[in-house]
């Protein structure tokens, strides 16, 4: 995938600055800190368009990315995250809740697990959620530069069974620059 722009529309905090939009959108979830930031930033070439932090609970309003004037990238908040008060982790839940089960130009969820931790408690809920509601999913297994390969193989089917999916997930790292092109493949049939 050629990037040509990539710009910021807008970083929600209600789903009323929701930007009107009649371009498909990609969203990518995942747990607090499990690097969905970043690989929004790898996807698209940029070093620092997306914000990214060591420290989980970064991202905490819904961000809109204008991609190629033709699809939207959106990063949304973590979750999982304890140290982050309750009453915040509500508004954000309840923020992702109605992105996710009313946005009319999302055409799927890039659901991003650790590779070390495998599938939390909550990427099952949220995979099985996102299930119900018939939005498709893409399974990324992402930092894997922090697996040896053999381990990599083990995750990855452990990934698979717990949340039930058909094919094996897709491996990723921003660090080692692995993934981007399957990661591409797979999302083009959303987005054109
Ligand atoms: N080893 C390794 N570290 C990574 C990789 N991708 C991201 N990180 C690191 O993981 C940390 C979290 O990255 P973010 O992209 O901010 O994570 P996030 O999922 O957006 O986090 P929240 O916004 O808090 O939900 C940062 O310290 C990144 O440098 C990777 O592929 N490999
Ligand atoms: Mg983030």
């Not at 204008?66 to 008060?85: E, M, T, W």
């Amino acid at each position: 995938m050629k990037i040509t722009s990539a710009e910021l529309v807008i970083s929600a905090a209600a789903p009323k600055q929701f930007p009107p939009t009649k371009v498909p959108e990609v969203a990518f979830a995942g747990r607090s800190n499990v690097g969905k930031s970043t690989l929004i930033n790898s996807l698209l070439n940029r070093k620092n368009l997306v914000k990214t932090s060591s420290t989980p609970g970064k991202t905490q309003l819904i961000n809109f990315f204008r991609i190629n004037q033709s699809f939207h990238c959106v990063d949304l908040p973590g979750y999982g995250f304890a140290k982050v008060p309750a009453p915040l982790r509500r508004s954000w839940q309840a923020l992702t809740e109605v992105y996710l089960s009313r946005r009319e130009p999302l055409r799927g969820v890039v659901l991003i697990i650790d590779s070390r931790q495998g599938p939390t408690a909550g990427d099952v809920q949220l995979k099985q959620w996102l299930d119900a509601s018939q939005r498709p999913v893409l399974v990324v297994v992402n930092k894997v530069d922090k697996l040896k390969r053999n381990d990599l193989a083990k995750q990855s089917r452990i990934i698979q069974q717990k949340l039930g999916l058909e094919q094996s997930p897709l491996a990723h790292s921003s660090l080692q620059k692995v993934g981007r092109h399957q990661i591409w493949g797979a999302l083009r049939p959303w987005i054109s």
